[in-house]
T-cell receptor
Framework: AQRVTQPEKLLSVFKGAPVELKCNYS??????LFWYVQYSRQRLQLLLR??SRESIKGFTADLNKGETSFHLKKPFAQEEDSAMYYC?????????????FGAGTRLFVKA | DVKVTQSSRYLVKRTGEKVFLECVQD?????MFWYRQDPGLGLRLIYF???????EKGDIPEGYSVSREKKERFSLILESASTNQTSMYLC??????????????FGPGTRLTVL
């Protein structure tokens, strides 16, 4: 079965500290993986996607097929990074439009 | 910019009422989705549609139905609202192409309270 697991419901770090939000997935094929973010009082929006290999707002995520993980990392957390983060998987099937979301991790960056 | 709008930000209904949640997108996306967002459960897919008049059940379709008469509009219907349907409802749309990576664009959400 296709599944996305985010083991931490809440992650609290100090400003300037490194942060890693964990995401593990279960899928037998080759997935498209995403991180979405929801800031307070804003709509859910895409943060980054693995296929682009991009860094957005200092965040990066590497796909590790061996460990089936797609952890989100930032070397120096900022207060404005406080938000809800969702890892998501879209199977690369015909159409490929159904996306599976994890339960989310709330990141709180303390001053 | 893609714009996904939802008809209400907040809605309060009584048990047994029929509830309509409307979603409109302005970027000609084929795919539209309705999710529930609950703390600790993340986003759960209720229904999705990949074309006009087409619909597919998601993971939690019980108690809900949908309608897609026009490409830009996707409606979620609660036939007889119950208290366990109190939640935040998110609408999303996406475009499926070889390079779109299936990014979903979300509306602001409707917080529904069923008394």
């Amino acid at each position: 079965a296709q599944r996305v697991t985010q083991p931490e419901k809440l992650l609290s770090v100090f400003k300037g500290a490194p942060v890693e939000l964990k995401c593990n997935y279960s899928y037998s094929g080759s997935p498209e993986l995403f991180w979405y973010v929801q800031y307070s009082r804003q709509r859910l929006q895409l943060l980054l996607r693995h296929i682009s290999r991009e860094s957005i707002k200092g965040f990066t995520a590497d796909l590790n097929k061996g460990e089936t993980s797609f952890h989100l990392k930032k070397p120096f957390a900022q207060e404005e990074d406080s938000a809800m983060y969702y890892c998501a998987l879209t199977p690369r099937t015909t159409g490929g439009f159904k996306t599976i979301f994890g339960a989310g991790t709330r990141l709180f960056v303390k001053a | 910019d893609v714009k996904v709008t939802q008809s209400s930000r907040y809605l309060v209904k009584r048990t047994g009422e029929k509830v309509f949640l409307e979603c409109v997108q302005d970027m000609d996306h084929e795919n539209m989705f309705w999710y529930r967002q609950d703390p600790g459960l993340g986003l759960r897919l209720i229904y999705f549609s990949y074309d006009v008049k087409m619909k597919e059940k998601g993971d939690i379709p019980e108690g809900y139905s949908v309608s897609r008469e026009k490409k830009e509009r996707f409606s979620l219907i609660l036939e007889s609202a119950s208290t366990n349907q109190t939640s935040m409802y998110l609408c999303a749309s996406s475009l499926t192409t070889a390079i779109s990576y299936n990014e979903q664009f979300f509306g602001p959400g409707t917080r529904l309270t069923v008394l």
